[in-house]
């Protein structure tokens, strides 16, 4: 960096550049800045959700953050006003150029000339005028790898984190996800848990320790959160600190992490409960040298999904895999009615597809470039369901967020939410589900004033509503406020002719995702399959296909579902011995799969060398059971 550096003041000088210079060279006016604003309209809108929740996290700290473009035109700035105000007598504002060329050295400059994350203080800038700042810039890159855009965190020496840069690259990094979600409809996981991890780290408590509980290394945090002193804590073993520590490192040992568990501190003063992730750090063998351990408060564990970003819908309808009769009207059924605004009921089995249709219908709608947010209202706890929904205003509760916190309804505004497991919402929500149906509001747990709202409702389950209603468990109203567009999904045993086809699909993407070999599948097993009533329906089916794969072998056990094969195909004969009854079992299921005697092993449920010793026990001729097989085929395909 110190290279970066030296060598970006050498070419300033050279240029002329004065370092006495208050302001960059190049400022567009008003009418420039609409057309500059309007060219990066994708990044602009891409990138603000990012750098709002990057400045929150330092807000009320005299930082400001910049996005700038691809040439380093400031294209948005947004901070505490103290230091904006700042800013602005330097013309550091909209429409100015911060690039090498116009104002000398600095963390944007070098970002675009160097393309790295960079960082510098003080002295380190050109221009003196700059020199009581720490700048922290990062490239904003396309899927060809070209810059972009530029995200910058500024603020004054003092009061830089060393974890600046770290938050100001993975804001970067989310961006270009972000904008690769928005060229291909991806979802942007990956960097949204980067993020989430980056910024929770300035807030929360962090330490380390070896593994027999010695407490190496600290930050302020833990110090403050548990009010011992770090003479104090460095004498504290773990298990003093942490309650329940030997099955804390047990489950790290076993699944490599231990991730957004509730457990209990002993501080100073009393016993605290907090909510904690452990991380392992390993050396160049592999092997665990030391535990990072982060202690989040449960007041602000809150989860920060629905305030990262808006929801994206994934799926389309030519994920729906399957050419039966039944299905294909369904499908067209739902491309009917993706335009209307009018709400959907999407009822059907469990593993039927509902949430699969539900992003299909969005995505096929004139709602498709806005948000889709999912929410299951069976797995979100009775008291937590009202502010999931619909927000609420900061004091509203002990815990309430600072500035308060959207509910799903208002980041889906414009878009469309997905209701999944409707008959397992609470009966007083229902009241107030109906209400925002009927008035199109919401309203903040903690205000009175109504927030109107343009959301289209796709809801589902997999419970019988009218039954429901009859039991006192669903309203009437609310039911037929929601089932205006009704759609039914098949289960699988009712579109028996889709499963080879899903077999054959899933069998491909498991064994893609798992990098291992495609398992052929006999006809007599495809048969069985279709034979099988798949309670579990195309879920099921899955979670079959990826036991097949990762084992390799062919699983004819279902649910304990003995095979038709192994059923049909045995005639009782009280007037024979076991073991004559044993030999006809076996040689009906050699035929049956046409020799192969892996295959009938695994029928037979017995390991191979058993199956060969019966075989040579009852003196069974193999090769002639098999071309009986084979003459059977020719025949049936004569007829």
């Not at 069985?528 to 309670?535: A, H, T």
Request: net charge neutral.
């Amino acid at each position: 960096m110190e290279k970066y550096i030296e060598n970006s003041h050498k070419r300033c000088r050279l240029a002329g550049i004065l370092s006495k210079n208050l302001v960059s060279t190049k400022i567009l006016n008003d009418v420039e800045i609409n057309d500059m604003i309007e060219k990066n309209k994708e990044l602009i809108l891409t990138a603000i959700p990012f750098i709002n929740h990057l400045y929150n996290f330092v807000k009320g700290c005299d930082f400001f953050v910049i996005l700038c473009d691809r040439d380093g035109c400031i294209l948005n700035v947004i901070g505490d006003q103290n230091i904006l105000d700042e800013a602005a007598k330097i013309k550091m504002t909209t429409g100015a150029y911060m690039d090498e060329a116009h104002i000398g050295t600095n963390a944007m400059s070098l970002a675009i000339s160097e393309k790295v994350p960079i960082q510098i203080s003080g002295k380190e800038h050109f221009i003196n005028e700059y020199g009581k700042w720490t700048c922290s810039a990062a490239p904003i890159k396309n899927l060809d790898g070209n810059i972009i855009g530029i995200i910058n965190l500024t603020g004054y020496i003092e009061n830089v984190h060393p974890h600046t840069l770290g938050m100001v690259v993975a804001a970067g990094d989310a961006i270009e996800k972000m904008l690769e979600i928005n060229k291909y409809n991806l979802m942007l996981e990956i960097s949204k848990k980067r993020l989430e991890i980056t910024f929770n780290s300035i807030s929360s408590g962090i330490l380390t320790c070896d593994l027999i509980g010695n407490i190496t290394t600290m930050n302020k945090q833990v110090v403050r959160m548990f009010g011992y002193s770090e003479n104090e804590m460095k004498k504290i073993k773990i298990n003093e600190l942490i309650q329940d520590w030997d099955e804390i490192l047990e489950h790290l040992m076993l699944k490599g992490a231990f991730i957004d568990e509730d457990t209990y501190i002993n501080s100073r003063v009393n016993k605290l409960q907090y909510m904690i992730t452990l991380n392992p750090i390993y050396d160049k063998k592999m092997k665990i040298q030391e535990i990072t351990i982060v202690f989040q408060d449960l007041k602000k564990s809150r989860n920060l999904a629905g305030n990262l970003l808006t929801g994206h819908a994934v799926y389309t309808f030519d994920k729906v895999i399957g050419k039966n009769k039944k299905i294909m009207k369904i499908i067209e059924y739902a491309k009917n009615i993706a335009e209307s605004k009018s709400t959907i009921l999407i009822t059907g089995e469990s593993g039927t597809g509902k949430e699969v249709f539900s992003q299909a219908i969005h995505n096929y709608g004139n709602r498709r470039d806005k948000p889709f947010i999912a929410i299951n209202c069976g797995a979100i706890p009775r008291t937590l369901v009202e502010s999931e929904l619909f927000g609420y205003e900061d004091g509203a509760f002990t815990g309430a967020k600072k500035g308060g916190n959207a509910g799903k309804f208002e980041l889906a505004n414009g878009g469309t939410i997905f209701l999944d497991e409707i008959g397992e919402m609470p009966t007083d929500m229902q009241i107030k589900l109906l209400r925002v149906l009927e008035e199109n509001t919401i309203t903040r747990i903690g205000s009175s004033k109504q927030i109107p709202i343009d959301v289209r409702i796709i809801a589902a389950t997999n419970k019988d509503l009218k039954h429901e209603i009859e039991i006192e468990n669903f309203r009437k109203d609310l039911f037929y406020r929601l089932n205006v567009l009704p759609l039914c999904l098949l289960p699988l045993r009712e579109r028996r002719d889709d499963i080879p086809e899903l077999v054959n699909y899933y069998m491909e993407k498991i064994s893609k995702m798992l990098n291992k070999r495609i398992v052929d599948i006999p006809d007599i097993y495809m048969k069985y399959l279709m034979e099988y009533d798949w309670p579990g329906n195309v879920r099921e089916l899955e979670n079959i296909i990826e036991r097949i794969v990762n084992s390799e072998s062919i699983q004819f056990n279902i649910s304990n579902k003995v095979p038709e094969v192994q059923k049909s195909d045995f005639n009782l004969n009280t007037n024979i011995s076991l073991e004559m009854m044993e030999k006809q079992h076996i040689i009906k299921i050699i035929k049956g799969a046409k020799g192969n005697m892996t295959l009938a092993a695994n029928i037979l449920e017995i390991g191979r060398n058993t199956l060969y010793r019966k075989v040579e026990k009852y003196k069974i001729n193999c090769s002639k059971i098999e071309h009986s097989s084979e003459m059977e085929q020719i025949n049936s395909a004569k007829v």
